[in-house]
């Protein structure tokens, strides 16, 4: 949480974004239970299709209270 917090005070940094692989449930599970929504998917060279995550700061920040 120190480095979401973190980038969440500099200026411009207005969502958070994750990559995950579909079939990686453990992290989907994770970032899911932080309250990021899924946007979308990529095809990345290296690992095959990624799931795409994001929240925006100020969801990020009313989370934190």
């Known amino acids: 949480m120190g480095m979401w917090l973190w980038a969440a005070s500099l ?3 207005l969502k ?3 990559t995950v692989a579909p079939n990686n449930e453990a992290s989907v ?3 899911r239970k ?6 979308g998917q990529q095809i990345d060279d290296g690992d095959g299709p990624e799931d795409v995550y994001e929240m925006r ?4 920040l009313t989370q934190q209270g």
């Open 29 to 31: 599970g994770l970032v």
């Open 34 to 39: 932080f309250g990021f929504a899924l946007v």
């Open 57 to 60: 700061v100020r969801d990020f």
């Open 16 to 18: 958070f974004c994750c």
């Open 11 to 13: 200026s411009g940094v």
